[in-house]
């Protein structure tokens, strides 16, 4: 193993809060506590992420940090009984990227409750292709099926389709079997959300404007990574019985509805967190993208970038002038 290697490093002034971010050399010694440490060997950028690198809100909580909160690695140190050495690992969420250091570094230390094996039908760059966005829509498509979801029940819909939560839950929901409708403020990509599996494109205008209390019953159920406006508009067309699986806020954190869908149609909203998802949830999720997720699909997201460059890749992020997923190998 290494005795120092190349890490993405954030540091703040403590006296002028500024941020500053780029690679540099760190010492074994310098990484967190843990039982596990990991030859970290892909990992991705998430909007998260990019919030950390450009400081464009507060997601760093403690410094210096290393973002990546999504690796795919393999252990080469292992003090815990669940993983040895060579084993392949995937990780995501756990406040890793926030308060303990993460994937843009050569190596990573990590606890072992965080860990999982990695899927044996998806190499560690597929999980990585997937990333956070498709671990979180499997999470969301898993709350509907649990929730006793078929396809025989009607039209599921998908809102901010394009995103990357979107385009998972769409490609994840199609390969199950669902009619699936994606809702978009992009009807430009219609093709790209039809070539995923979508059979019907609705406005995202139709949804962001405050609607009745109860609406048509158009839904069996939903995935919703809007919040706001949208997702009271969502819970009103929703059918008798129906699940709408809630986990993002892409317009607003707000949530401007009534109870009406509840009491009166027996709607259930299903809240979705990635982050401190218990292993099991985990383990569920990731086995539904290894059964499910259609590999070519997947590819189509996906474009690999050279991690080298990722404080410039940050801010194009964050103004949606990036579509798909991001794939870096890490040499
Ligand atoms: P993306 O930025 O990739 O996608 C968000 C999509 O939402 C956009 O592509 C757009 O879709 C739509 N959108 C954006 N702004 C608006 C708006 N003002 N009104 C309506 N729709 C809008 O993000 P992700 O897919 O990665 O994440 C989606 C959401 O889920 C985010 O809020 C994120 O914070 C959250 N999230 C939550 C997790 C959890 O653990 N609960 C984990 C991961 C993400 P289109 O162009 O098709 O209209």
């Known amino acids: 193993m290494a005795e120092t290697f190349n890490a993405f490093v954030i540091t703040r002034d403590d006296d002028t809060k500024e941020q500053s971010a780029g690679w540099t050399t760190v010492s074994m010694e310098d990484l967190p506590e843990g039982d596990v440490t990991l030859r970290v060997r892909h990992t991705t950028m998430n909007y998260k992420d990019a919030l950390a690198i450009t400081n464009k809100s507060p997601v760093v909580r403690r410094f210096p940090m290393v973002p990546g909160i999504d690796i795919a690695g393999e252990v080469t140190a292992s003090d815990s009984p669940d ?3 060579g084993d392949e690992v995937i990780m995501n969420g756990w406040g890793v990227g926030e308060v303990h250091w993460g994937g ?17 039908g998806l190499s560690g760059a597929d999980c990585m292709a997937i990333g956070t966005a498709g671990y979180t829509a499997a999470l969301c498509v898993q709350r509907l099926l649990d929730a006793g979801l078929t396809p025989d029940k009607g039209t599921v819909l998908v809102t901010g389709a ?17 009619t699936v409708a994606a809702s978009t403020g992009r009807p430009e990509e219609a093709d790209y959300l039809k070539s995923l599996g979508a059979s019907e494109i609705v406005d995202r205008a139709e949804l962001s404007e405050k609607g009745r209390p109860l609406d048509k019953e158009l839904y069996a159920g939903a995935v919703d990574s809007v919040g706001s406006t949208t997702l009271a508009n969502v819970l009103s067309k929703v059918k008798y019985d129906g699940t709408v699986a809630a986990c993002g806020l892409a317009q607003g954190f707000d949530l401007p509805a009534t ?26 999720a990731w086995a539904l993208l290894d059964k499910h997720l259609d590999r070519a699909k997947l590819a189509e997201i996906t474009q690999e970038a050279d991690i080298k460059d990722v404080a410039d890749i940050a801010p194009d992020l964050i103004a949606g002038k990036i579509r798909g997923r991001l794939l870096f190998k890490v040499d």
């Open 83 to 85: 993983f040895a050495v």
């Open 104 to 120: 843009y570094a050569q190596y990573a230390r990590m606890k072992s409750d965080w860990l999982l094996k990695k899927p044996a």
């Open 162 to 178: 394009n995103g990357g939560v979107g385009s998972f839950s769409v490609a994840l929901l199609s390969a199950l079997g669902f």
């Open 259 to 284: 109870v009406m869908p509840f009491i009166l149609r027996g709607v259930t909203l299903a809240g979705v967190d990635s982050v401190m998802a218990p292993k099991p949830r985990r383990e569920a």
